[in-house]
């Protein structure tokens, strides 16, 4: 029953996090702006905006996922590491202005609509650096169980101190503001500590997002990763970066639309 493997969990991710960035970059800003047809009413777009951002929640769960996958499975942490902080720096102005800009959004000059929105777009960070802080953690907290198991020491300290890393992960998380802040990090903890354990794994990561607002809409998506496979699929060399490349890419697609529709 288990056929799917990680290269159509990253295909699946990405389709449902575009429905929600295009929802939540396109649609909310000119529904804000009172861009709709008289013909359909607010509580009829209220709706379709709901039914559409409770798609995108799958995305990010998988993603948390996968990056636990890669973490036990690269060739380099350092360069998966950097991978991540060097995609999340190029994706930052676009994530600010697509998001959470509130003067002048539909302007297609983006440095433009950066200066005008600086107060608010100096405290966000997008979720690379989420998920940048998640393998840290996981990092650390390999190394921790390392080294207490190379001591002999009590397996209560390694679980002790992991969730120490795993604390100083969260409040560095929380002190960015990045995207799914704190607990962002903690589900990647959880994915991890209960990696051999399917489908333990699937359920603690599940309980522990369900009360933060509308992720319980994830369901979809643990119901997916109980079908991964274990193996990545297709070797894809050098075009792996093409999935790290879709985040600034298709939010930049989403500022032009939105752009050439409303400005």
């Not at 075009?239 to 490349?245: H, M, N, T």
Request: glycine content about 8%.
């Amino acid at each position: 029953m288990k056929k799917i493997n990680g290269n159509t969990l990253k295909l699946i991710a990405c389709i449902t996090m575009l429905i929600d960035h295009a929802t939540a970059g396109i649609m909310l800003p000119g529904v804000r702006a009172g861009f709709y047809p008289d013909s359909i009413s607010f509580d009829t777009l209220n709706i379709i905006y709901k039914i559409l951002r409770g798609i995108g929640r799958n995305s990010f769960p998988i993603f948390c996922f996968l990056l636990v996958e890669g973490f036990i499975h690269t060739k380099s942490r350092l360069r998966y590491a950097l991978s991540l902080l060097f995609f999340g720096f190029i994706s930052e102005p676009f994530f600010d202005v697509c998001f959470y800009a509130k003067e002048d959004v539909f302007n297609i000059n983006i440095f433009s609509v950066i200066e005008q929105n600086m107060d608010l777009l100096t405290n966000k960070c997008n979720v690379y650096f989420t998920l940048l802080i998640g393998l840290l953690v996981i990092w650390g907290v390999e190394f921790v169980f390392d080294l207490v198991k190379r001591y002999n020491g009590n397996i209560l300290i390694s679980y002790g101190l992991g969730a120490l890393v795993a604390g100083a992960g969260i409040y560095v998380a929380e002190l960015l503001n990045t995207d799914y802040h704190g607990y962002g990090v903690f589900l990647i903890f959880v994915f991890y500590i209960l990696r051999n354990y399917s489908p333990v794994n699937l359920i603690g990561a599940y309980l522990s997002i369900i009360s933060l607002g509308t992720e319980y809409l994830a369901l979809p998506s643990f119901g997916l990763l109980y079908f991964y496979n274990q193996k990545r699929g297709r070797r894809l060399g050098r075009l792996k970066y093409l999935f790290y490349a879709f985040y600034p890419v298709h939010i930049a697609v989403i500022i032009f639309i939105r752009c050439m529709i409303y400005g």
